[in-house]
């Protein structure tokens, strides 16, 4: 069961979205605005927050921008809810830090969907092996952890698993379907920008080893064994 802060000023969908969590057997948490999300995510460090962009005291992406950017909350992952016509808006969320978004109007499977990836809860696709290694990094798929010249990585669940499928195939270019399935599951509706703003972040958390993941010719990358 995971505590999971919803951030939304239309009521009904909050309630909808928290019935939904709750029957999956989640504990919700319920917020109309920026200020009041902020206050609760300090207070009661969610495992997840559900952030809606469009809020009337304080803009969802200052809200997400002040959680990743405080000791207390920039772990925890945070799915952005956003319009269809806030694509500048969804990059930047990514560059602040979010792990994933999801388009209004959703469905409620689609959003469930995205809920269990982001905290590590949907088969996606694990390493094959108990423990992937190359170079100065190693992952552990059974612990769910990845270490860099020693140093524990902070990663969230999707940097975990885009990090074990390009150390598993180190040296070589896996399509780009095949990170976005290990990620996101088989046959999400993944943007470019989201797999790019991914990768983003995975390389600046891998600090100089994040110089071994390459862009390669026609949108893929490859882990430089």
């Known amino acids: 069961m995971a505590r999971i802060l919803i951030v939304d ?31 609760l995510a300090r207070r009661h460090r969610p495992d997840l927050v559900l952030l809606d962009l469009m809020l009337p005291d304080l803009p969802g992406l200052e809200v997400c921008r002040v959680l990743k950017a405080h000791e207390t909350t920039r772990t925890i ?42 905290l590590g809860r949907q088969p996606g696709a694990p390493p094959a092996a108990s423990e992937l290694t190359s170079g100065p990094v190693r992952v552990d798929g059974f612990s769910r952890r990845a270490w ?6 902070a990663l969230s669940e999707p940097e975990l698993r885009l990090l074990a ?6 040296g070589r270019a896996p399509p780009r379907v095949a990170l976005t399935d290990a990620v996101w599951g088989a046959g999400a509706d993944v943007e470019e920008q989201q797999l ?8 600046e958390k891998l600090g100089a080893a994040g110089e071994r993941i390459e862009a390669v010719e026609g949108g893929g990358y490859r882990f430089r064994a």
């Open 9 to 39: 000023d239309e009521r009904d969908l909050r309630h909808v979205v928290a019935f939904n969590l709750e029957q999956e057997g989640h504990q919700t948490l319920e917020a109309e605005g920026g200020l009041e999300g902020l206050w």
């Open 77 to 118: 992952p945070l799915i952005m809810l956003t319009a269809r016509g806030e694509a500048a808006d969804r990059v930047l969320g990514l560059e602040l830090g979010a792990e994933d978004y999801v388009i209004k109007p959703f469905s409620v499977r689609e959003l469930l969907l995205r809920v269990g990836i982001a």
């Open 165 to 170: 499928r390009l150390v598993e195939h180190r």
């Open 148 to 153: 860099v010249h020693g140093r524990a990585l």
């Open 196 to 203: 790019e703003g991914l990768i983003d972040r995975l390389r």
